[in-house]
């Protein structure tokens, strides 16, 4: 069969395929793309990460502070509760060099002291900055019973914001949440 009669099945070829620059045809240019990303792909995908991480974080960590310092207020007026409790069966509050302890082991001189202290875990707990609560029984601010508070995130008396006390002598702070 010559080049110009016709082929058989009746197909007629079109034309020949033509080869791109570099010598591929499209279909073996296609086949050999590599798989993968370039770096300049990748760099931008880790840049948005990190900028959205970032606006994350910083509408996260406000919130944080906050939920520390509820929680700070709750586990007071938890302790509250305790020392109530104490106070009616011992017809008065702990002493100051008694302490919280006096709701975990008896003092000698409670009188109606109940079987596993007055705080279910057996267990003084720390505030939400895992800093020991403070007592002091007459108080400053409550003279009449006692004062009970926390140092707050930095752990020593005073401060301001997120290191400010956190106290039972003010109801305005326990409703500023």
Do not use: C
């Not at 034309?15 to 770096?39: H, K, M, Q, S, V």
């Amino acid at each position: 069969m010559s080049r110009n009669s016709e082929p058989r099945d009746g197909f007629t070829p079109i034309g020949p395929i033509r080869r791109r620059p570099g010598g591929f045809t499209p279909i073996e240019a296609i086949r050999r793309r590599p798989n993968g990303f370039t770096l300049i792909e990748i760099m931008a995908v880790v840049l948005i990460i990190g900028l959205l991480s970032t606006l994350v974080g910083l509408a996260i960590f406000p919130q944080v502070e906050g939920a520390r310092r509820n929680t700070t207020r709750t586990q007071i007026k938890m302790l509250d509760g305790a020392l109530e409790s104490y106070r009616m069966d011992n017809a008065r509050f702990p002493t100051s060099d008694q302490g919280l302890r006096a709701l975990i082991d008896p003092p000698p001189d409670a009188r109606n002291f109940p079987a596993g202290g007055y705080l279910r875990e057996r267990r003084l707990p720390e505030d939400a900055w895992g800093n020991p609560f403070q007592y002091e029984a007459p108080g400053q601010h409550n003279s009449h019973s006692y004062d009970l508070w926390s140092f707050g995130a930095d752990g020593s008396p005073g401060g301001s914001d997120t290191d400010a006390d956190i106290g039972n002598w003010t109801e305005d702070e326990f409703s500023d949440s």
